[in-house]
């Protein structure tokens, strides 16, 4: 896989729904990031935090559910407070979204919030979802293209379920998610990617994979270009969870995007170990393909809710410490450049 050359976000970005649906939920918004509210120029957009949660729910992580609009609201203005100017919510279907909330939270808090579809690994999922694997890239399309229901219980009831609506306006979602496991494809995750890169076919739209420790990622690349899918279009979840500045390097090259989103992990090992790599990456020259997240998702580490760090720790505590190693133009590529880039729709290649 070789490096594909992608649009400078600053300048050039023109366009929005140059038509209707055709085709098999085709949409024809190209140049544009979608948000919760609409759509918008990238050049505009600001500070984006790209992975947060707001509103989650897994069995994986028992007591831990997102599920107060007030505590989530009062933890997206502490973040909008600590210097960024929105995320990406990173929540894909059946695992507690809650879309109307999402745009109640944008609207009074004047902050940036870009919505997902999409499936999670096999791992998040007590129960299937009640969504046919042969169905999944028309529900992934349709919820970027016509609007993300209210309750995805209503997926239950039907496959094309009427979207959440803001001022008369349906909410749509702006990226795909979908996860694997650890050196692992199962069956149905595998599924999911095609899906994932089927709808991506349709629409343009942004792919961001979970990975585990980032093990199978070059296989995940590889699997989604050879499915029409550009590395440029994809985002690595946790690539920081595998602090190697070599694979890292490897990885940048291909063109696909690395999220760094370990900050107040210490568990595994101290923030200068993330640091490290990332300085490094940047040294190579792959400033360009970093991407900067909390991924806090868990209830005990909401301020809102008596827990810690807290969303606004990134802004607070981590991004000092990463200003002064990288400087402030890496800084301002890595916050501003970088998610407006990998947020932007894309025409999908003729014929794909």
Known sequence: MTREVTDDVTGGMTGGMTGGMTGGMT???????RTVLGDRDPAGLGI???????FHASPLLPGEDLDDAAASEREFAALLH?????IIDATPIGLGRRTAELAGIAAR??????????????????????????????VLARELVVGVPADDAAYRRTATPE??????????AGQIKVGIDYWRISGAERQALLAAAEAHRRTGAPVMVHTER??????VLALLGDHGVPAASVAIAHADRNPD?????EVAETGAYLGYDGAARLRDWPESVLLDCLAAVVERGHGDRVLIGGDVARRSGYVSHGGLPGLSYLGDRYLPRLRRRVGERILDQILRVNPARYLTWRRPAAGG
């Open 214 to 219: 980032m093990s199978a990622v070059l296989e």
């Open 109 to 138: 808090t004047g902050g940036v919030v870009v919505a997902s579809t999409g499936r999670h690994r096999d791992a998040h999922y007590a129960e299937p979802l009640p969504i046919a694997d042969d169905d999944l890239a028309e």
């Open 163 to 172: 979207p959440a609506t803001r001022s008369g306006a349906p909410i749509r």
């Open 245 to 249: 500045p070599g694979l890292h390097a």
């Open 27 to 33: 949409g024809g918004m190209t140049g544009m990031v």
């Open 48 to 54: 984006l935090d790209y992975h947060e949660h707001l």
């Open 82 to 86: 600590s210097g960024f100017d929105g």
